[in-house]
């Protein structure tokens, strides 16, 4: 399955278009390697998403066979490895 679809069905994030968006910013990395959309992603995988506002760290445990899941599924994808919010200030501090 390709990871921007991942993502949605994963519901790390709210949309497949802002998944492949922040693919083609380069903010999606598999196993520390930078990734385009269509990248497919396999059990096991380490996702990290570096966005400005947040980074997510997540294990891929299992890939849906189907396109749609239910909310308690999607919670069984993936283990949250690490998750912190950064404060915008401290980005502009260092601008």
Known sequence: ?????FLKLARVVKRRT??????DRG???????????????KPGDVV???????????KVLRV???KSVSKKEARELVEVLEERKKD???????V
């Open 1 to 5: 399955m390709r990871i921007d679809q």
């Open 18 to 23: 802002l998944a492949k968006e922040l693919c």
């Open 27 to 41: 903010v999606v990395k598999i196993n520390g390697q930078a990734v385009k959309a269509s990248k497919e992603v």
């Open 48 to 58: 990290e998403i570096d966005t400005v506002t947040r980074f997510l760290k997540v």
């Open 64 to 66: 849906p066979e189907t």
């Open 88 to 94: 915008i200030r401290d980005i502009i501090d260092l």
